[in-house]
């Protein structure tokens, strides 16, 4: 591998790709659009779609000052917390304030058992999809205003256009020469007389910045949201410099002869060789010390941590301790119990060694005007309309079922509401749907009750847990 290739072929809408998946992903929290902290990390009551779990909120906004910073690498993170306590909305929380810049990667810890690869390859893939790498590269433009576009076409029309094209700053005014790629950049642009552009000149590709001040007079063919700007200055030909990040991990895909960057759509990267990896951690620490690119060490957030096993916990030990390492925020809603792959128990299902090393932020159950807040919060995402009264009603099972129970219940009554033609979601709607959809101590009231008439039903099994066939 002579060279290593950080640029994915442009229009290959990979862009596109991520969007898609972060967005089927934040469902059932989509109304949660930051951690709703003021500047000195005080949480505010409710805010950006954030209910109280001031103190947990507090402590997320600490340790995203120090992903920020940049300097730490590989702290684990535990938030603990009974089931519905916010674990899960914290950390998107957090993803959302940290930007686009500094890479989040969100995994379910059941995830790595069902892809095809090895559980320590998907979680290297993991972390390595968390570290960002931006890169510095100088590229020369050249910038001014469109004097005058000049196109020739040959008699028959047949054969390769060619024209030329005048630019000019404040100070000079050249004549380019335009070739059949430039002439088709120019009309796709729609670049006319008085436009500011730039061309880059390695690619080719040409930017519209906006219409020359100079221009302001002429309003023919001019939209309302036009931008204007000044006539640049100086030379035509600049240097800039243009920043952009990648991950490791896409590094390791676009350079790893078998898969290619076909390989980062379809999702289907299957195992990188070491030595791949190997390559490109020397080419970018050389580019550390040349200045050309700096490390962001993102967040591996790993939901439902508890469903990794001993293999995967001693992995995470030793990747932590990785300086190309993220920040590592777990999340498990387990007491004490079973290590999987071991007959030790453990708190929360995590070994001794990984929690010793863990910063542990715990979530704790909600008051009852919390849950009313977090379900009028709610109702306005699923653009439910819906009386104080049947609110009232929903916050009370809210708190004797679950929050989640209560959250499902809205869109649920509003259909049931709509049926009857109602604007607006009633007391009587939301019992309704209480009667049609059990909630799991119901069921299980339910499940005792009837217990002779289902298979399997060992109701007596020690753990609780039903057993299947063994
Ligand atoms: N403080 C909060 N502010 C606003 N919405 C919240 C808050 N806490 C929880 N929610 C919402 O309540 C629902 C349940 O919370 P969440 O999924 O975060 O719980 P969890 O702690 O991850 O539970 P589990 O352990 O079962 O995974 C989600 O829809 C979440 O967005
Ligand atoms: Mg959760």
């Known amino acids: 591998m002579a060279s290593i290739s950080t640029t994915v072929p442009a229009g290959s809408g990979l862009s596109d790709v991520k969007e898609l998946t972060k967005i089927e992903r934040i469902g059932a929290h989509s109304h949660i659009r930051g951690l709703g902290l003021d500047d000195a990390l005080e949480p505010r009551t409710t805010s950006q779609g954030m209910v109280g779990q001031l103190q947990a909120r507090k402590a997320a ?157 002429d309003y023919d063919a001019m939209g309302a949201d036009t931008r204007f700007v000044q006539c640049p200055e ?70 439902e941590v508890h469903m990794l096993d001993i293999e995967c916990f001693s992995f995470l030990n030793r990747a932590l301790e990785d300086s190309m390492s993220p920040i590592v925020i777990m999340a498990s809603n387990r007491g004490i119990t079973r290590i999987r792959g071991t007959n030790y128990t453990s708190p929360h299902g995590i070994p001794i060694d990984l929690l010793d090393r863990s910063l542990i932020i715990s979530t704790s159950p909600y008051t009852e005007g919390e849950v009313r807040r977090i379900l009028s919060i709610r109702c306005e995402e699923e653009d439910v309309e819906m009386t104080e009264e049947a609110k009232d009603v929903l916050c009370r099972v809210g708190m004797e079922t679950s929050l989640r129970y209560a959250i499902h219940l809205i869109t649920a009554s509003w259909l049931v509401a709509r049926k009857r033609k109602a604007s607006e979601v009633e007391v009587d709607d939301v019992r309704r749907v209480y009667s049609l959809f059990l909630d799991e101590k119901r069921s299980v009231q339910y499940l005792k009750e009837f217990q002779d008439q289902y298979m399997y039903n060992t109701f007596a099994a020690e753990d609780g847990a039903t057993p299947m066939v063994e």
């Open 234 to 303: 100086g030379e035509l030909q600049k240097r800039k410099e243009m920043v952009h990040t990648v991950t490791l991990h896409e590094i390791d895909v676009i350079n790893s002869r078998t898969q290619g960057f076909l390989a980062l759509f379809s999702g289907d990267t299957g195992e990188i060789k070491s030595e791949v990896r190997d390559q490109i951690n020397t080419k970018v620490s050389e580019w550390r010390e040349e200045g050309k690119a700096d490390i962001v060490p993102g967040v591996l957030f790993i939901d």
């Open 61 to 217: 906004g600490v340790i995203l000052e120090m992903i920020k910073e940049g300097k730490i690498a590989g702290r684990a993170i535990l938030m603990a917390g009974a089931p519905g306590t916010g674990k899960t909305a914290i950390a998107m929380g957090m993803a959302q304030a940290l930007g686009t810049d500094v890479p989040f990667t969100m995994l379910a810890a059941s995830e790595i058992f069902s892809l095809e690869m090895s559980k320590t390859e998907a979680l290297t893939q993991a972390f390595r999809r968390s570290i960002g790498v931006r890169i510095k590269e100088e590229t020369e433009l050249i910038e001014g205003e469109v004097v005058e576009i000049q196109i020739d076409r040959s008699a028959t029309g047949a054969g390769a256009k060619t024209g030329k094209l005048t630019l000019k700053t404040t100070e000079m005014e050249t004549i380019y020469d335009l070739g059949q790629k430039m002439i088709e950049s120019l009309n796709k642009e729609k670049v006319t007389a008085g436009d500011v552009i730039t061309i880059d000149k390695a690619s080719g590709k040409i930017t519209k910045l906006g219409r020359s001040f100079t221009r302001a007079r």
